[in-house]
């Protein structure tokens, strides 16, 4: 969010005035934000240019507490949960020094949490920085038939919420909205809509959601 100190000022003291039980605290920075895990800054390299740099952020009470060695889990539950939490850190730090001393931070994680310094070790050679570009390639390419954003494929046939607007005098015209054209879209999300959006309003009634791709199968 960018504001000013004033206008930060004025929307904490907003916040406040809700309950006279309940007060927030605020931190304001102009150089650094910490956002969802990303720990991100501003900052000058050696042509004077900004540059923004990242790692993964956490909370001062994170416990690391992960997942037992001895936890009655399938066995590759705990190896699976390491090289994910690997792949996570490297993929999120945007410096090599960055992986490098949080992997010497989860690996003592690891090993508090009964895991052999053995089998941590290696399954962090599996996951070394000079791989960073192919684990972010196979993320992001894994995600390219899936509707971006988590949008929703639906009809007015099978809202009833929207019904209920037809009902009161909303005139959705479905055909120009099916004839957008997605030139202006991203890449990615040209190759999911295809040339426009007829496939987000079907003629026939459809409900399905990211998470349910297969869902269309039914109709």
Known sequence: MLVTPQQAQLFLADMNAQSPTMQFTMTTHKQQAAFLDLAINLEK??????????????????????????SYHTPHTGPGMIKG???????KSSKKEFFAEDALLLSQAFATRGYKAEEI??????????????FRLRAANS??????????????????CLLAACDKGLHVDLERLR???????????IRFFGKN???IFP???????????KLGQMF
Request: charged share 25%.
């Open 121 to 134: 070790n290696t399954i962090l050679k599996k996951v070394e920085w000079h791989q960073r570009d192919h």
């Open 85 to 91: 939490e690997f792949i996570r850190y490297l993929v």
């Open 197 to 199: 959006l007829a496939g």
């Open 179 to 189: 004839n957008t054209s997605t030139s202006r879209m991203e890449p990615e999300e």
């Open 45 to 70: 390299d050696a042509s004077g240019f900004t540059t923004i740099q990242y790692r993964i952020y956490r909370k001062p009470g994170n416990a690391m507490a992960y997942l037992l060695a001895d």
């Open 143 to 160: 995600k390219i038939n899936l509707p971006p954003a988590g949008c929703a494929i639906f009809s007015p046939k099978l809202d009833p």
């Open 203 to 213: 003629h026939k009634g459809l409900i399905a959601f990211r998470g349910a791709a």
